[in-house]
């Protein structure tokens, strides 16, 4: 599977019809999740802005995210390893698609 058949859609500008506020940061580009400014509601479009160009991106969350945990920016196979601030974080433990609520039903830490 290529790279862009398992990211989400980068764009430089939110569309007309959606919130222009973010609902998501992403540290780093190619970062594996964003991280939630406030709760996603399942089935929402929500915008989420990369935090070294402010590049945004649209996401429709296929979970509810509550604030401060992780929505899937890829889609990942079980035992891939997971990027956020640019560094490995854990291992996927089931597959992901985007827009998937990211927390430990489907990852595992690198710490241990």
């Known amino acids: 599977m290529g790279q862009n058949d398992r990211t989400a859609v980068a764009t ?22 964003g ?37 899937a920016l890829f889609k990942l196979d079980v035992n891939e390893p997971v990027l956020k601030y640019g560094v490995q974080i854990g291992l996927t433990t089931s597959r992901w698609e985007i827009g998937d609520y990211v927390h430990t039903h489907n990852i595992k830490t690198a710490r241990w």
């Open 12 to 33: 430089s500008e939110p569309d007309q019809q959606q919130v222009s506020v973010h609902k998501f940061l992403i540290h780093h580009k190619g970062d594996h999740v």
């Open 35 to 71: 991280v939630a400014t406030s709760d996603i509601t399942k089935g929402e479009t929500v915008i989420g802005v990369f935090m070294d160009d402010n590049t945004t991106t649209k996401v429709v969350a296929k979970d509810d995210i509550p604030l401060g945990h992780k929505i």
